[in-house]
T-cell receptor, first 115, second 119 residues
Framework: DGGITQSPKYLFRKEGQNVTLSCEQNLNHDAMYWYRQDPGQGLRLIYY???????QKGDIAEGYSVSREKKESFPLTVTSAQKNPTAFYLC??????????????FGPGTRLTVL | AQKVTQAQTEISVVEKEDVTLDCVYETRDTTYYLFWYKQPPSGELVFLIR??????QNEISGRYSWNFQKSTSSFNFTITASQVVDSAVYFCALSEAGSTDGTASKLTFGTGTRLQVTL
């Protein structure tokens, strides 16, 4: 089945540690996205990538880093510079074809808790 | 800048009641897309509908219906005869349509409305 997988589902981190969240898709989509969700808030865009080896900052990129070495994979690193990393992180992907580029498919999410 | 407002933070209804979730948006684009997503307790976002700004026809899908009114910048979502399984957080979102192939599309989300349906 085609889809998006995120791992792990739950992640705990000590303050001051970097941690990497995994996102893989087998939908053959060129574009991938990372969103952050806080309680009572909507999703906010962290980073997105339109093609391999390219990525752009979203609205809240500070304290995060990404890479896009393969089409299928778009890992997100939460660095120690991120002041409030505890949140629910959602990965998404979409085609970049004009008529379908707005339809984003989401993964199941990773809940990160900083202890 | 784009903005989506969902003024209703939480709604509680009894099963079989009809319920409408409001969504008001702001954009300077003349062409754009509007979306509704459902987020059940598991956390994954489930796509419900996409509507092009040129298409103001209302849409019905089973117990779900959507009312798009460009004049008031609203895209409201109604669930008829609600069921317990409808309990979730519902998000309205907006994206620009774009004109170039090969580019990504960023979604702007509202803060969500939590719907609680009880027996």
């Amino acid at each position: 089945d085609g889809g998006i997988t995120q791992s792990p589902k739950y992640l705990f981190r000590k303050e001051g540690q970097n941690v990497t969240l995994s996102c893989e898709q087998n939908l053959n989509h060129d574009a991938m996205y990372w969103y952050r969700q806080d309680p009572g808030q909507g999703l906010r865009l962290i980073y997105y990538s339109q093609i391999v080896n390219d990525f752009q900052k979203g609205d809240i990129a500070e304290g995060y880093s990404v890479s896009r070495e393969k089409k299928e994979s778009f890992p997100l690193t939460v660095t120690s510079a991120q002041k409030n990393p505890t949140a629910f992180y959602l990965c998404a992907s979409s085609t970049t074809r004009l008529e379908k580029r707005n339809e984003q498919f989401f993964g199941p999410g990773t809940r990160l808790t900083v202890l | 800048a784009q903005k989506v407002t969902q003024a209703q933070t939480e709604i509680s209804v009894v099963e079989k009641e009809d319920v409408t979730l409001d969504c008001v948006y702001e954009t300077r684009d003349t062409t754009y897309y509007l979306f509704w997503y459902k987020q059940p307790p598991s956390g994954e976002l489930v796509f419900l509908i996409r509507r092009n700004s040129f298409d103001e026809q209302n849409e019905i899908s089973g117990r779900y219906s959507w009312n798009f009114q460009k004049s008031t910048s609203s895209f409201n979502f109604t669930i008829t005869a609600s069921q317990v399984v409808d309990s979730a957080v519902y998000f309205c979102a907006l994206s620009e349509a774009g004109s170039t192939d090969g580019t990504a599309s960023k979604l702007t989300f509202g803060t969500g409305t939590r719907l609680q349906v009880t027996l």
